[in-house]
């Protein structure tokens, strides 16, 4: 029996912590606390429908190493990521281990349904709405929670995730007044969204959505809903609809052209492109191609 003492590799409290993240949204906060003192790796990527991942074997080895698992919540992965957590056999990232970290107990969370849930009609909300990193309030409260559990994991590094969260918070105070100042103009404009992916960011910028190219979410678009659509936009004089970067283009387009008005697909998360690396970056992105838009149709 070979047994290695802890003289000869490096020591256990230099080693980097191993965080798996469901989406890169999370990642990409986890990055800003974490530091150079934790790995990050996300499984999901932002160009895809974080409700509809394909599992990879590459998922499972990201899982199998992790020290701490954070998810959306909200039953976002539940299509992928539970036989993947099993699979993995990995005891501190099991539901209810101290390294499963549910980010949704976090945040404010919109459109929590009343009284009997039933999926009959696919909703893929159940909880309540599971898209709620695109309010950056919620994105400072993750990375308050993001902290504490770090810190909890790691104490000897708790000041410098302290100070990594301090700098986040304040470069996001700036960040939230450029926006505000950005999308004051728009407060009150009327848009249709394809997913319901926008209710968090719609209600912190005054935007109104009126209604969805989905029926319900999850269900792709029919032609009687598409109709009622169109209808509906014309009434209310509405010109764009936001689409997520992973959804087909072609009744959208479709529905723009009948209401002379425009499809606009907008980032849901970070890495929806490839230059949009960072949780500032997906606004700034989102806010400049949503406010030259609304210049368009006053
Ligand atoms: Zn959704």
């Not at 469901?22 to 895809?48: F, H, M, P």
Request: charged letters at 20%; a negative charge; one cysteine or more.
């Amino acid at each position: 029996m070979l047994i290695l003492m802890g003289t000869t590799g490096p020591s256990l409290a230099a080693s980097k912590l191993n965080v798996a993240t469901a989406t890169q949204d999370l990642a990409a906060i986890t990055s800003e606390i974490g530091g150079d003192r934790v790995n990050v790796e996300a499984i999901a990527k932002g160009y895809q429908d974080p409700h509809f991942v394909e599992p990879k074997p590459s998922f499972l080895l990201k899982l199998m190493h992790a020290d701490l698992l954070e998810v959306v919540g909200l039953e976002l992965e539940i299509g992928w990521l539970p036989p993947l957590i099993t699979q993995s056999r990995n005891g501190k990232i099991q539901v209810g281990a101290n390294g499963y970290m549910d980010l949704s107990r976090y945040c404010q969370i919109l459109e929590i349904p009343q009284g009997q849930i039933t999926r009959a009609m696919g909703d893929v909300h159940p909880l309540g709405n599971p898209h709620y990193w695109l309010d950056p309030e919620n994105g400072r409260r993750m990375a308050k929670a993001i902290q504490q559990r770090l810190s909890e994991v790691r104490p000897n590094d708790a000041a410098y995730f302290a100070q990594n969260y301090a700098g986040f918070d304040s470069r996001l105070s700036e960040a939230e007044k450029r926006w505000e100042a950005r999308m004051a103009p728009y407060r009150g404009r009327k848009i249709v969204t394809y997913h319901r992916s926008w209710p968090n960011f719609c209600e912190r910028f005054g935007l109104n959505v009126i209604d969805y190219v989905e029926p319900r979410p999850g269900i792709p678009p029919t032609p009687s809903h598409t109709l009622e659509l169109i209808n509906h936009m014309k009434s209310e004089n509405v010109h764009l609809i936001l689409v997520e970067p992973y959804f087909d283009l072609r009744t959208p387009n479709s529905v723009a052209r009948a209401v002379g008005g425009e499809a606009l697909v907008l980032l849901p998360s970070v890495g929806g492109v490839k230059e949009v690396t960072s949780y500032f970056q997906l606004f700034d992105y989102d806010i400049n191609l949503l406010s030259s838009a609304f210049e368009k149709y006053k």
